[in-house]
Each structure stands twice: as structure tokens, then as C-alpha cells.
């Protein structure tokens, strides 16, 4: 079973607004509210590739219980904990004024939750995968990406991390079996700056030599590269298409890597298949379907 982590997931609501002007009354031109977060993200688009996950993390108020019944209705498992008090985040997201965000705080988790969640952890067998993706909450311990990893040592878990910063490089010592930085991130850690693919593969291997057993590198429209465990390294461009909603992208590309990793246990094809989820979700205005993939890998 793959289960992906979500410390503070939201109601995403995605609105066009033509004309957005300060200090005035905006109407929307289109709306959409989703369940959202980047572990959430990976199993919606899970779903679509005909893989099955469990989604963790917390939930609080009414907010919670409609981002668990979205899940559920998409057909996702979940098994978040319920917090006493607060209510989920309602993230605010302009479609039109140049990927303008009002994010929520979301509410604060504390110990006594924090230990009902790591104790699911315990429950994990050899074989499942465990996907940590994106931030973590103020009222968390900033080590708890690479305090997750130590707790699973023996448990024969595959650990997947989608992180930036220090919360990706703690995990290093532990072996993950993926992490997924992008361009940027990776340029935030080495302290310089990517501009292709040829550029990125030193600084991947860099990242194996410090633990990582595969390190997929995003670059949006250039493409990605994969520094794989079988020592060879896959890079390939961005297929073609037309850039309709890029959030959610460098999820569908973890996504796609599993599900493609899972199907054939091929480090090509799962790069291959990753780079396609990717894409397919960028150029579609939500995550994209198992057709819209497949489409795309028979252009690539």
C-alpha cells in the first residue's frame, strides 16, 4: 500500500477573477474548490493512474470533514486525525494575477496528536511506501521528516520525500528511496543555479553519495532528469502542450514515478511515466486522467 502524508491539507478555492483590482469588488469569472496539499495531491492523481493509497495527516472542523468526504468521493482512502479544535485551511488561489495565493495557517497540532499519527505509522508493513510531502506546520518539530524516516528503520518502508531545504537534506542519512526536488530547491541546497539538465546531473549524484537511492530532479518545462539506483541517469525535455494549471504538477510526476515503478519495476519506464503524469496534469485543468497520460507517452 502506498500512504502519503498530509500535515496541513485545504480546501483549495481556485477562482478566475478578469480585471482583479485592488480595493474594489471583485466578481469571480469561474470558480473550483478542491481538496488540496501535496500528499493529497499525489493520491488523487494515484487514483487516476489505477493505483490504490491511503491519505494521513490531520483534519479539523467542517473544513476537515468536507476535505475527507472530497477524498472519499474521489474514491481515496483516508486516515487523518481528527483534531479537537481549529478548522483545515481554506487556501485562496487567482488563477489570472501571476499565481497570486492566500494561504491559511491552518490549525496547531499537539503532541498528544502527533503521537495518535506516528503511531499509525507503526502499523506500516515491509513493502508499503510512505510519501512526506511538502511543508511542515510551525507548531511541528522541524526535524519530523527525518524523525518519520528513523522511527521506520527495520520496517522495510520505502520512503518517498517531495520536500525543500533542510527538511529534505535531514533525511539523507536514512536512504530514502526517492526524493523530488526541483530545479529551484536543488539550487537552494548547492547554492547556484540550473538552467539544463546536463547542468543538474553532478548535483543529483551528489545527492545519492549523501544517502538518496534516486533523485528525480523537476525542471517545468524543461523536462527532469533521474539519477537512478541502477547508476545510470535518464533526462528527457517536456513533451509538448499547452501550460493550463501547473499546481499540482510536480505531484502527478511522484505519482506517475510510483505507478509506473510499481507496474514494471523499471527505473526508465517509471521516469518515463513520471515525466508524462507531470505533464499531462499541466496541461489539464485538474489532475489528469490515465488517457491523458497514456496519450502523452506515445508522443514522447
Known amino acids: ?44 492523481m494515484l487514483k487516476n493512474l489505477g493505483q490504490e ?19 472519499e468521493e474521489a474514491g ?9 479544535k481549529g478548522a483545515s485551511r481554506i487556501n485562496v488561489k487567482l488563477k489570472n494575477t501571476e499565481g497570486t495565493e492566500i494561504n491559511g495557517r491552518g490549525p496547531d497540532i499537539d503532541t498528544e496528536n502527533l ?3 506516528l503511531e499509525k505509522l507503526d502499523t506500516l508493513q515491509s513493502g508499503d511506501i510512505l510519501v512526506l510531502a511538502g511543508s511542515v506546520p510551525a507548531s511541528m518539530p ?6 518519520i524516516c528513523k522511527r521506520l528503520e527495520g520496517q522495510e518502508v520505502s520512503v518517498v520525500v517531495d520536500a525543500a531545504g533542510e527538511l529534505l537534506t535531514q533525511v539523507l542519512p536514512q536512504a530514502p528511496f526517492l526524493i523530488k526536488p526541483n530545479h529551484h530547491e536543488l539550487g537552494e541546497i548547492f547554492g547556484r543555479e540550473f538552467d539544463t539538465p546536463e547542468e543538474i546531473v553532478p548535483y543529483a549524484r551528489k545527492l545519492q553519495e549523501m544517502g538518496a537511492r ?11 532528469v533521474l539519477a537512478a539506483e541502477d547508476g545510470r541517469v535518464y ?20 505519482a506517475g514515478f510510483l505507478a509506473g515503478f510499481l507496474e514494471s519495476g523499471e ?8 515525466i508524462a503524469s507531470g505533464s499531462a496534469s499541466a496541461f489539464s485543468e485538474n489532475f489528469a486522467t490515465l488517457e491523458d497520460v497514456e496519450a502523452l507517452l506515445k508522443k514522447m
Open 53 to 71: 493509497s491511503t491519505a494521513l495527516g490531520f483534519v479539523a472542523g467542517f473544513t476537515g470533514e468536507e476535505i475527507e468526504r472530497r477524498l
Open 267 to 274: 527505473y526508465e519506464k517509471a521516469f518515463r511515466m513520471g
Open 142 to 147: 522541524k526535524t519530523l521528516y527525518r524523525d
Open 1 to 44: 500500500m502506498i500512504y502519503t502524508v498530509t500535515f496541513n491539507p485545504a480546501l483549495d478555492y481556485i477562482v478566475s477573477v478578469e480585471g482583479f483590482a485592488l480595493g474594489r469588488t471583485n466578481r469571480t469569472d469561474s470558480e473550483l474548490l478542491l481538496a488540496g496539499g501535496k500528499g493529497i495531491n499525489v493520491s488523487l
Open 76 to 84: 481515496c482512502h483516508t486516515e487523518f486525525v481528527t483534531l479537537p
Open 214 to 224: 534516486n533523485v528525480l530532479v523537476s525542471m517545468g518545462g524543461k523536462g527532469a
Open 115 to 117: 503521537k495518535l499519527f
Open 235 to 254: 533526462m528527457a525535455g517536456a513533451p509538448e502542450g499547452v501550460l493550463v494549471n501547473s499546481v499540482g504538477a510536480g505531484d502527478s510526476m511522484v
